[in-house]
Each structure stands twice: as C-alpha cells, then as structure tokens.
C-alpha cells in the first residue's frame, strides 16, 4: 500500500479513536464542551501527528535550516500539549470551569503556541539566511579554486612547461586555502581580477616560449592579488 494513502487512513483512524472515546465517556459533559474538547485534542493529535510524520531533519536541505527552530517548535508543542490536556481533564472533573472559560483558555493557549510556531520560523529563516550568505562569500573562493584547477589540467597535458613555472602555480594553488571568505566589493574584485588573470595564462600557456615574459607578469600579479585578498577577511 501507498505509504501516503497509508498515512491517512492512520491520521483518520487516530481521529475516530479520539471522537469515539469522548463520546463514550461523555458523562455529563455538555455538547459544547464535548465538541471543544475533541477540536482541542485534534488540534493536538494533529500536531504530533505531522511531527512524526513528517521527518525532523531535511537530508536534501543544506542550509539544515530546520535545526535553529527544531528546539523551539518541540518546546511550543509540548508546553501547548500539556496545558491543554490539563484544561481537558481539570474542566471534567469541575463543573464550574464553564464553557466560556475554557474556550478563552484554549484560545490564549493556541494563540501562543502560533507565537512560538512564528518565533522557531524566524529562526530557520535566519539559519537559512546565514547559510546562503557563507555560500555567497565562499563562491569567488571557489570560482579561484576552479580557474586553478583547470590551468593546472592545462599544464599537465602540455610538455616543454619550465620546473619554476609549475612550481610557482603548485604554490599559489596550496596558498589558496589560507583565503577566508569575505563579504565586501573589494574582495569580489580581487577574486574576479585573480580568476581573469588565471585565465589569461590558462590561454597563454600554449605557446609558452612565446608568451614567457607576459606569463610571468600575470603571475606576479596572482602573487600580488593573492597577498591582498588574504589580508581581507570579515569578522
């Protein structure tokens, strides 16, 4: 069977169960607070229900934003939970808990457990906006990384290349990972202007003999560039 058709027919059998109970031990319950009561306690059913159901962590979801409000949403519920349950069993057994009195207790106690849902929001939103931001300041790193990569595939497949030549892009390449990510222009312009520079020696290194002296220039451009942006760094 289908595990979601699967899952609601469990969601609607649960919610039978609990109907069929209060009904049975109804007692001298009146019918408004019969019908508060299993609307209180499918919102609740509900709740854990979709909880469970639903897994707590997103594998596919890098940013894991679910983490920063996880805390939050089960410490809403549970509080939720149990004061609720607590007004369901306290106006059983008194009388003088009127109707209007637990309808305005239920509605204070789902009005906060919105407030806290909002709150544990917010907070995966903020993990989520964090993440994407490193991910915006990690990409020039990556796009440098990637330029090197591919002169260094270059350079593999083309013979003749001088030893202090390879070793000179085999030492910037290593120095690429002291980098840390910033977020301002002035590192996106240097991780831009290193990436060009990468390519214009990418294209160069062809016919190295010819393109020697430009070659070591734009090297000693990297070198520069390299010394610059690794200086720059955000707090």
Known sequence: MNKKILSWLLLLFGEAIIIAAFILFRGEMPTNILVLNITVSSILYGLFFFTYRIPWINTEEKSQKQIGSLGISWLATWIYALFAIGVIVVGYFLPELTFKIQLVIHCGLLFLLLMW?????????????????????????????????????????????????????????????????ADNSEAYGLENSFVEIVNEINFAVTDFSMNEERIENNIKKLERIYQNRKNIYSN
């Open 117 to 181: 849902l909002l709150l544990a929001q917010r907070s995966a939103d903020k993990v989520q906006e964090v993440f994407q931001q490193q991910t915006q300041n990690r990409s020039g790193i990556n796009e440098m990384k990637t330029a090197m990569q591919s002169l260094k595939d270059k350079i593999n497949v083309t013979d003749g290349l001088p030893e202090y030549f390879t070793k000179q892009i085999d030492m910037i390449e290593e120095n690429l990972r002291f980098i840390s990510p």
